[in-house]
């Protein structure tokens, strides 16, 4: 992944998931979207917006509402572990496919398919809650944003908060011992994937709520009638 300036605004590319990232932008120029087009037709991209920023006239023409978010972070120095014996990390082909039955189960609408994250596996930590009284649960960590200092929550699937503090607690853990300093975890409000207890859970760890975020994906299917 690397940053590129556009208009002055910075834009996060990944080259390799074909995926950009628009973050905190209170307004952006005329013309900005299809330049993005332009530049990269074929690649996903997501602006997200502080609810109280997002221009929603404008983007409701452009763009589509998938995601409300609560923004959670964590830095390294206020990680309070609770890791557990029942969790592991997804190390082989047989856990792998485990993990790809819960994740495609639960996520199909998502971008990060169990395919394409298998594709560039180096790139994640995946963990695995192996209870036997609980439905198995499952966490990922990305650990190669553009900013390399930082690794981020992807997903997180459980069903109890001991269960999800005991996830989150592995899989930022391992995120640490990567050389992250701060993980960042959107938590979808109005997802069905994503339960209070997780948010909980996320908080009893060290996590602090520092914003609440509008999510849009740019309908880059619809260049003909992108506004100019």
């Known amino acids: 992944m690397k940053s590129v300036i556009i208009?002055?605004?910075?834009?996060?590319?990944d080259e390799v998931d074909k995926f950009i990232q628009v973050k905190d932008i209170a307004d952006f120029p005329l013309g900005f979207e299809q330049e993005i087009i332009t530049r990269y037709p074929e690649y996903e991209t997501w602006f997200l917006y502080h609810k109280t920023s997002a221009p929603t006239e404008r983007l409701d023409k452009i763009a589509t509402l998938l995601d409300d978010c609560i923004e959670m972070r964590l830095k390294q120095n206020d990680f309070i572990d609770f890791v557990t014996s029942d969790v592991f990390r997804v190390s082989n082909k047989e856990n792998f496919k485990i993990?790809?039955?819960?994740?495609?189960?639960?996520?199909?609408?998502m971008f990060w398919t169990s395919s394409l994250i298998e594709e560039h596996l180096s790139k994640w930590g995946i963990f695995l809650s192996e209870s036997h009284t609980q439905t198995m649960g499952y966490a990922?960590?990305?650990?190669?944003?553009?900013?390399?200092?930082?690794?981020?929550?992807?997903?997180?699937?459980?069903?109890?908060i001991a269960q999800s503090k005991a996830l989150l607690a592995s899989a930022v853990k391992y995120a640490f011992s990567m050389g992250k300093s701060e993980i960042v975890y959107m938590a979808d409000k109005s997802s069905k994937h994503i339960r209070a207890n997780e948010q909980e859970a996320a908080l009893s760890i060290g996590f602090r709520v520092v914003g609440?975020?509008?999510?849009?994906?740019?309908?880059?299917?619809?260049?003909?009638n992108m506004p100019l």
């Open 7 to 13: 208009a002055n605004i910075e834009v996060f590319v």
């Open 212 to 224: 609440f975020y509008q999510g849009y994906k740019l309908n880059t299917g619809e260049q003909g």
């Open 99 to 109: 993990f790809a039955s819960l994740h495609d189960k639960n996520s199909e609408d």
């Open 140 to 160: 990922v960590v990305h650990t190669e944003l553009a900013d390399l200092t930082i690794g981020e929550i992807f997903y997180l699937q459980s069903d109890s």
